[in-house]
């Protein structure tokens, strides 16, 4: 039986398209049962369509209270019972309710190499603080913003020429491998949140999670 999982999306959706394609591929085995926006004109939404995933437009503007958002985000994932919600360039700040009640089964993907430049605009944040690697990191998600045990690393060098576009392109390859690795590794049992600490196959992760290699599986 494939397991459920929800995603949630902002814009481009290059991250659901790569957990779409590897399910596709046999890779991955989770069943995506619905794809939720906070942005009507989210490509992503397309994305999820072409691979016939029921989709969800929730305008954030729409509602008076952060609050009431999140309550009505929790309601339109929580009729699909996922096992897993994957934030896969979801650009919301989440109540702290809404947070605790996906505790441990929250996935998200920050494009910096945690604990260092959480927030916006990393990459160009990385180049101006003369940083010699930048990279991605896949965490559980906690009340904290970008705060939550981190999972999986991987890390690519900034050269001289680098500029914010080039090195998000390099960033963004890097998160389609580690991405669908963490959601298969916690589709298998394999990956738990324990006390805020993040566990593979019941070993406890270092603070920085695992730096991916190409041997790992
Ligand atoms: C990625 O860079 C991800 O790290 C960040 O938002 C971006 C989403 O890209 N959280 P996409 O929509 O998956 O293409």
């Given at each position: 039986m494939s397991f459920p999982v929800i995603v949630l999306i902002?814009?481009?959706g290059s991250n659901l398209q790569a957990l779409i394609d590897q399910s596709l591929q046999g890779k991955l085995?989770?069943?995506i049962k619905a794809v939720i926006s906070n942005k009507a004109d989210a490509f992503g939404l397309e994305r999820a369509k072409k691979a016939g995933i029921?989709?969800?437009a929730l305008d954030h503007k729409?509602?008076?209270s952060r609050e009431a958002f999140d309550e009505e985000l929790q309601k339109t994932i929580d009729q699909y019972q996922p096992k897993l919600v994957v934030l896969a360039g979801f650009m919301r700040i989440l109540t702290e309710t809404f947070t605790?009640?996906?505790e441990g089964?929250?996935?998200n993907i920050h494009p910096s190499l945690l604990p260092k430049f959480k927030g916006l605009d990393t990459h160009q944040r990385a180049i101006d603080a003369k940083e010699q690697e930048h990279g991605v990191s896949v965490h559980f998600v906690s009340s904290e913003l970008d705060a939550g045990a981190v999972i999986l690393q991987a890390s690519t060098m900034i050269e001289?020429?680098?500029t914010a576009s080039s090195l998000a392109s390099k960033v963004h390859a890097l998160e389609h491998v580690i991405y669908p690795l963490a959601v298969k590794w916690f589709s298998e049992s394999r990956l738990t949140l324990k006390h805020g600490t993040a566990y593979l196959d019941d070993a406890p992760l270092a603070e920085t999670g695992i730096l991916y290699h190409s041997g790992l599986a």
């Open positions: 902002s814009g481009s085995n989770i069943d029921p989709t969800h729409a509602f008076t605790q009640h996906y089964r929250m996935l001289a020429d680098e």
